[in-house]
C-alpha cells in the first residue's frame, strides 16, 4: 500500500512539472534568473510536503474504511459455473462461498448475525469457508461458532484454515469446528454422496502459516469420477 502511494507522488510531480511547463508556454513567460526558480522549486517542495503526508494518511485512511464501513458491506454475488460431463444430479448444485469472516471487535454478533441470515435466504445445497475466521489471536469465535451451527443443521459446512487463524490456537479452532459438525480440510479431503454420484471435496493449509500439501489432500480421490 506504502509503496504505491509512493508510486502516485512521482507520477503527479511528474504531472505538476509538465503542468508548469506548459503553463509557462502559454503564458509566454518562459523562466528567468533565480527568482524565477525558487518560486517553481518552492511550489514544488510545498506539494511534495502534502504529498509525503498522504503517503503516510492513505494507507491509514483505507484500513480504517474496511474496518468501519465496508466490513457491514455484505454482497451476495451468483456465478454460474460451467463445467462439462457433469451427472444430471449435480447440475442445480448450490454452492455458497464465504471466507475472512474475521470475528472480533469489529465484526460482533450483531454483523455475524446477518451474514448468516444471508447465507441461509440463498438457501445453498452446501456451504464453503476458506479461512480467517477471526481477526487476532485474541479474538472470541463463540458467536460465530453459534452461527455456523445454525448453518450446519441445516447444509453440510466445509471449511480450511486462513492465516489469521493461525495467530491464535489453530488446534482448538478446528475442535470447536469439528464438534459442531463442520469439516475441517488440513491437507486433508472427504469423497460425499450427492444424489447418488460422487463429489471430490478437499482442502489444504494456509501457505503463508504453514505447509500447504494438494497431493497428500487429493490422496484417495477416485479420479476417474
Excluded at 503553463?23 to 533565480?34: A, C, E, R, S, V
Excluded at 526558480?37 to 474504511?65: D, H
Excluded at 480467517?132 to 452461527?147: H, L, M, P, Q, W
Amino acid at each position: 500500500m506504502l509503496f504505491r502511494s509512493y508510486v502516485l507522488i512521482f507520477l503527479l510531480l511528474k504531472f505538476f512539472d509538465t503542468f508548469n511547463f506548459i503553463l509557462n508556454k502559454i503564458n509566454n513567460t518562459p523562466l528567468q534568473g533565480n527568482k524565477s526558480e525558487n518560486e517553481l522549486f518552492k511550489g514544488r517542495r510545498k506539494f511534495i510536503g502534502i504529498a509525503a503526508k498522504t503517503a503516510v494518511i492513505s494507507p491509514l485512511f483505507v484500513s480504517g474504511y474496511g474496518v468501519l464501513l465496508e466490513r457491514e458491506n455484505f454482497t451476495v454475488r451468483e456465478v454460474n459455473i460451467k463445467i462439462g460431463n457433469i451427472p444430471e444430479s449435480l447440475k442445480n448444485l448450490r454452492i455458497a462461498h464465504i471466507s475472512d469472516i474475521h470475528t472480533g471487535i469489529f465484526m460482533g454478533e450483531r454483523e455475524i448475525s446477518r451474514w448468516i441470515k444471508l447465507v441461509s435466504e440463498i438457501e445453498p445445497t452446501i456451504l464453503f469457508i476458506t479461512g480467517d475466521f477471526v481477526a487476532t489471536s485474541r479474538d472470541s469465535v463463540k458467536s460465530c461458532i453459534e452461527g455456523l451451527k445454525y448453518l450446519r443443521s441445516i447444509m453440510p459446512v466445509y471449511c480450511c484454515l486462513g492465516n489469521h487463524d493461525y495467530w491464535g490456537n489453530e488446534i482448538e479452532l478446528s475442535n470447536k469446528l469439528k464438534r459442531i459438525g463442520v469439516k475441517v480440510f488440513r491437507n486433508s479431503n472427504e469423497v460425499v454422496d450427492f444424489g447418488g454420484n460422487e463429489l471430490n471435496l478437499c482442502g489444504v493449509e494456509d501457505m503463508r502459516q504453514s505447509t500447504p500439501d494438494l497431493q497428500r489432500a487429493m490422496k484417495g480421490f477416485n479420479r476417474e469420477k
